[in-house]
């Protein structure tokens, strides 16, 4: 069983809808990180929070470390925001990541 | 200001051969790990580092050996390949503990 869950599986917007993915986790963990991949690409570091909600440009991530559960949002979503996006907690004094599957988002013009 | 380099990009091999993942950081971060990407498992860690001359084993370290010998280089050595070990492969860096992470290009590894 993944330790991460992410949901839904597969989303398909048209451009300009908000869009929201959701990860839970089952443990006690140090941060959670959202991470993004473009398809052929390399994988960025969105956010990185242990609390509250963080903000960059039209991406917002919230935690809610009593739920276990973060939400990665999307406003006034646009086709190059297509791509994958990975939950993934860190745990420990080595901060070592645990992945979910990730989401495949793709934003229709 | 590159970040992480991996080399190479792509690679071709054939069972049995050996080969090491080259990563390189110039960001003075103590902490490195590799990770294996498979389609329908996510990312999983190979092995990480903690600090130059620290190592310690992920959750597939089979197969894979690899060392620190300075804070900027974590190379991972494949030492018979086989089939199973097609992947793309990630190396990631980041500061200390909870910082954010930053990742290399990939190396997408074929093993016939």
Not at chain 2, 59 to 71: A, D, K, L
Request: a positive charge.
């Amino acid at each position: 069983k993944n330790e991460v869950e992410q949901s839904p599986q597969n989303l398909t917007a048209q451009e300009g809808e908000f869009i929201t993915i959701n990860c839970s986790y089952s443990v006690g963990i140090s941060a959670l990180h959202w991470l993004q991949q473009h398809p052929g690409g390399g994988i960025v570091s969105l956010f990185m929070l242990s609390s509250g909600k963080k903000k960059h440009g039209r991406l917002i991530a919230t935690i809610n470390i009593q739920e276990k559960h973060s939400s990665l949002h999307i406003t006034a979503s646009h086709p190059r925001d297509s791509a994958v996006y990975i939950c993934a907690y860190s745990t420990g004094a080595n901060s070592k990541l645990t992945f979910g599957k990730g989401i495949t988002l793709s934003v229709r013009p | 200001n590159a970040g992480v380099t991996q080399t190479p990009k792509f690679q071709v091999l054939k069972t049995g051969q050996s080969m090491t993942l080259q990563c390189a950081q110039d960001m003075n971060h103590e902490y490195m790990s590799w990770y294996r990407q498979d389609p329908g498992m996510g990312l999983r860690l190979i092995h990480y580092s903690v600090g130059a001359g620290i190592t310690d084993q992920g959750e597939v370290p089979n197969g894979y050996n690899v060392s620190r010998s300075t804070t900027e280089d974590f190379p991972l050595r494949l030492l018979s390949a086989a089939p199973s070990q097609t992947s793309v492969y990630f190396c990631a860096s980041h500061a200390a503990y909870n910082y954010g992470y930053t990742f290399g290009s990939g190396t997408r590894l074929t093993v016939v």
